[in-house]
C-alpha cells in the first residue's frame, strides 16, 4: 500500500473594509477612489507573494455582465432514464457529448454520444446496466438505469457511435494495465495517447487511481484484498469494511473492483478465511455494485478443482465474477509444469467461457523474459474468443514488449493440438503455436516468411517445451 500527499493550493480573496465617515459628495467619491486604489495595490502583491511550490498563478479576470455558474451545479450528475428501450437523460456540461457505459454479464464497454438519447443493441435474455457522464469529466456519473431484454427479445444492431475503446477480436491484444507505483510517472497528460492505444483496462490502486478514468478515458477497476489489508478471517464486520471500499470506489467512477487472494483452500495462501464468508463477501460487493465488473484471482488448481467437484460456494458466486485472473499467466511459475495440466487449463479456460467469464493471463512477476511473455501470449490467443485480457510485469511506455502490438486480425477457427504437443491456431494475418510443458523439442516449416517479436524473420523455428510463437505475415 502507498500513501500519497494530495495538493490543493488555491489563492484566498481579499476582503478590505476600510470606512471613514466624510460629509460631502466630494468625500464620498474621495473614498471609493481611495478603497479601489488599496485593494488593487493588496491584490497586486498577493498576486507576486511567495507561494507553495506547484500552486498555480492566481488569474484575475473581468466580471462578467452573467451571472456565474455554481459549482454544484456545474458538477450536477445527469439524470438518466429508460422509455421502453431507449436511453434518456438530462443535459449536462458544455458540449452535449456525452460517455456512456454500457454494462452486460461479463461484458463492459464505453461509447461516446452527441446528444441525450440513445438506443443500446439488445442482449437477448441479459440484464443490461447503463450509466452516462458529460464528456471530459465535466459531471459526475449519473443514477444506474437497467434494460432487462426477455430471452426472446430480437438482438438489433442499431447504428451505434464509435466505442471510445472498441472490443478487440480474437486476434488482438486485450491489455489489461496493472498501474502499481512503478507506473506513477506516466500518469500525466502527455501519455494519454500512447495508454489509450495500447490498454484496454487498468487494474488501479486507490486513492492514486482516483484520476485515471477521467484522465485516460479507460475503464477502472479498484485493487483490494481481503487477505492482507487487516480483514483476514473474513467476518461480518471485515466483510462491511471491504464493501465501504467498493462503494467509496463507484463513488469515484471505477469500473469495479479486482479481488486479490481470493483463494478457497488450506493449500493455497494468503486467504481471506473461510470459503463461506469468502463467497459471501463477494455476492456483498456484487449487491453493493451489480453493474461493476468483478475480477477474481483465484489460483487456477484450487477454484478448477472446486468447480469440477461442484463446490457450492464457488458455484453460487461464479455468476457474479466478470473476469478471472490466471496469475503467472502459464509461466514456469503458474504450476502448469505438464502436458496434462496445460490441457487441462484449457478445458478450465473453455469452462469459464462458457459461464460469460474472461481471462486475464498475467505475466510471471519471476521470470519476465521474452520467451516467457511470448509462450504466455501465444497461449492467449489460443484461448481468446475477444474478451480476455493479458499482461506482463511492469511494462511501461519506455519499456513496452512489442509483442503486445501485434494484430492477428479474425480467427480461422478453434485451437487445434497435434499428437506431438504441438498447439496451434490460425488466424486471417497470421498463426500461434505453443508447444505444451514437457513435449520433445521439434521444428516448424512455415512455408513462407514470417515475423515474431521474439524470432524475428523466419521461415522455420524450432521449439522446446514451454516455448512459443507468434507470427504474422
Excluded at 42 to 68: E, I, L, N, Y
Excluded at 366 to 386: C, K, Q, S, W
Aim: hydrophobic residues 40%; glycine residues 10%.
Amino acid at each position: 500500500m502507498f500513501t500519497r500527499l494530495n495538493r490543493d493550493v488555491r489563492a484566498g480573496g481579499i476582503v478590505v473594509r476600510g470606512g471613514w465617515a466624510l460629509r460631502a459628495l466630494g468625500g464620498v467619491l474621495f473614498a471609493a477612489v481611495a478603497a479601489s486604489l488599496t485593494l488593487g495595490a493588496v491584490a497586486q502583491a498577493r498576486s507576486h507573494s511567495a507561494k507553495p511550490r506547484g500552486a498555480k498563478p492566481r488569474t484575475v479576470k473581468r466580471a462578467s455582465k452573467h451571472r456565474a455558474v455554481p459549482r454544484s451545479a456545474a458538477l450536477a450528475a445527469p439524470v438518466l432514464r429508460v422509455k421502453g428501450q431507449m436511453l434518456e437523460w438530462t443535459r449536462v456540461g458544455k458540449n452535449n457529448k456525452y460517455k456512456l457505459l454500457i454494462r452486460a454479464p461479463g461484458r463492459r464497454r464505453i461509447v461516446i454520444v452527441t446528444g441525450r438519447s440513445y438506443r443500446p443493441p439488445a442482449v437477448a435474455g441479459a440484464r443490461v446496466y447503463f450509466r452516462v457522464r458529460a464528456l471530459a469529466h465535466q459531471s459526475p456519473w449519473s443514477n444506474s438505469a437497467m434494460i432487462n431484454y426477455g430471452a426472446g427479445e430480437p438482438v438489433e444492431r442499431p447504428h451505434e457511435p464509435i466505442p471510445l475503446h472498441p472490443e478487440a477480436g480474437s486476434g488482438q491484444v486485450k491489455y489489461r494495465l496493472d498501474a502499481a507505483s512503478f507506473f506513477d510517472p506516466f500518469a500525466a497528460a502527455g501519455y494519454v495517447p500512447w495508454v489509450r492505444g495500447h490498454v484496454a483496462m487498468i487494474k488501479g490502486y486507490p486513492p492514486f487511481a482516483d484520476t485515471f478514468q477521467g484522465l485516460f478515458g479507460l475503464p477502472v477497476i479498484a485493487y483490494h484484498d481481503p487477505a492482507t489489508e487487516g480483514l483476514a478471517p473474513l467476518g461480518a464486520t471485515q466483510v462491511e469494511a471491504y464493501v465501504a471500499k467498493v462503494r467509496r470506489d463507484v463513488a469515484h467512477g471505477y469500473a469495479g473492483v479486482f479481488i486479490d487472494d481470493a483463494n478457497w483452500s488450506p493449500g493455497y495462501q494468503p486467504s481471506p478465511g473461510p470459503p463461506a464468508n469468502l463467497a459471501h463477501l463477494i455476492e456483498a460487493v456484487h449487491a453493493a455494485d451489480p453493474q461493476g465488473l468483478i475480477e477474481m484471482n483465484s489460483h487456477f488448481r484450487d477454484i478448477w478443482t472446486l468447480m469440477k467437484a461442484g463446490n457450492p460456494e464457488v458455484t453460487r458466486v461464479l455468476p457474479d465474477i466478470g473476469a478471472m485472473c490466471v496469475e503467472y499467466g502459464v509461466g514456469p511459475t503458474s504450476g502448469i509444469t505438464g502436458a496434462d495440466d496445460y490441457a487441462e487449463f484449457m478445458q478450465y479456460a473453455d469452462t469459464l467461457h462458457g459461464k460469460g467469464i474472461a481471462l486475464t493471463l498475467t505475466g510471471d512477476r519471476l521470470h519476465r523474459d521474452v520467451p516467457t511473455m511470448e509462450f504466455n501470449l501465444a497461449t492467449y490467443f489460443l484461448i481468446n474468443n475477444g474478451r480476455d485480457y493479458v499482461n506482463a510485469t511492469e511494462q511501461t511506455p519506455a519499456s513496452f514488449w512489442n509483442g503486445f502490438e501485434v494484430n492477428l486480425g479474425n480467427a480461422l477457427g478453434p485451437r487445434e493440438r497435434l499428437p506431438s504437443g504441438l498447439w496451434t491456431r490460425k488466424f486471417s494475418g497470421g498463426v500461434v503455436y505453443a508447444l505444451e510443458p514437457g513435449a520433445a523439442t521439434q521444428t516448424v516449416n512455415l512455408g513462407k516468411t514470417m515475423q515474431s517479436a521474439q524470432w524475428g524473420r523466419v521461415t522455420s523455428l524450432t521449439l522446446s517445451s514451454g516455448q512459443g510463437a507468434v507470427l504474422t505475415g
